[in-house]
């Protein structure tokens, strides 16, 4: 329990620190309140024209897509402020970063991701929420606390399968001693596989990325059985996050031993 309240502790002080030089620089911050955003209201404004011409998607009308883009949409703001350091692993490997966290007496995966927070995060959250309101809305979607326990479980459940899969992604630079982590082509393959229907691809697309790759659990799956109030989804979201985490956590350490520090 102690060594839990350290890190818990040590989490709010970066936390805190990561607040502080957010608003050190305020104009930053208001830049990419006004930018970031953009790009998911154009996606959904591309969606809601694609609705308009052909009516529904693979039996999913508007108001249904809007809460499982803005399911998407708030999971992937929740990992860009947890765990978007897995998409510039490669650097630190190269550049010897790992030493640091090598030498200091806590977990080294940990020190990775959470002595520095992605605030910048938050500007995805918004309109991710905004977009799943106006779903819920649109569908007549009755709220209960049952609900919104399932909701907190689903996306702290996607986020860390997302979480995981960067790690995975990043751990890969221990052996290629490599920048390309390929993070940009996994975050264009997120955007395409969960903010629309999985039941749209060819069933094995379907059965890879529901078993193999669990980013059908990320968004589709939980969101369907949420419009339809069951709440079992939403928890195999948060298993299959859990036991992808660990996996990703035991990758990583396995990657670790190949670091080589700085030097050439």
């Not at 030089?21 to 154009?42: D, H, K, R, T």
């Not at 393959?189 to 529901?210: A, C, E, N, V, W």
Request: charged share 10%; net charge neutral.
């Amino acid at each position: 329990m102690e060594q839990i309240k350290y890190y818990a502790d040590v989490t709010v002080y970066q936390m805190r620190q990561a607040l502080l030089v957010l608003f050190e620089y305020p104009a930053n911050f208001i830049g990419w309140l006004l930018s970031n955003p953009l790009q998911f209201v154009m996606g959904f404004a591309t969606l809601k024209f694609v609705v308009q011409e052909f009516g529904t998607i693979n039996g999913w009308n508007y108001g249904q897509l809007a809460c499982l883009y803005g399911i998407a949409v708030m999971s992937h703001a929740l990992s860009m402020i947890f765990f978007v350091q897995g998409w510039f692993m490669g650097y630190y490997v190269i550049e010897g970063e790992f030493d640091r966290f090598l030498l200091r007496p806590m977990s080294v995966l940990y020190q990775f991701f959470f002595t520095q927070f992605n605030v910048i995060g938050i500007t995805d959250l918004i309109p991710g929420i905004c977009v799943f309101v106006y779903g819920c809305k649109a569908v007549g979607f009755a709220w209960d606390i049952r609900q919104i326990v399932t909701l907190c479980v689903l996306l702290i459940g996607a986020t860390l399968i997302r979480g995981a899969i960067y790690i995975m992604m990043g751990t890969t630079s221990f052996w290629t001693k490599s920048t390309n982590d390929f993070a940009g082509f996994t975050q264009e393959f997120f955007d395409k596989t969960t903010m629309y229907p999985l039941s749209m691809y060819p069933r094995g697309m379907q059965h890879i990325l529901t078993y193999i790759i669990p980013i059908g659990w990320i968004s589709f799956y939980p969101a369907k059985e949420l419009l339809e109030h069951v709440s079992k989804g939403a928890w195999i979201t948060l298993g299959i996050g859990i036991v992808w985490l660990w996996l990703a956590g035991r990758l990583f350490r396995f990657g670790l031993r190949s670091y080589e520090s700085a030097g050439n």
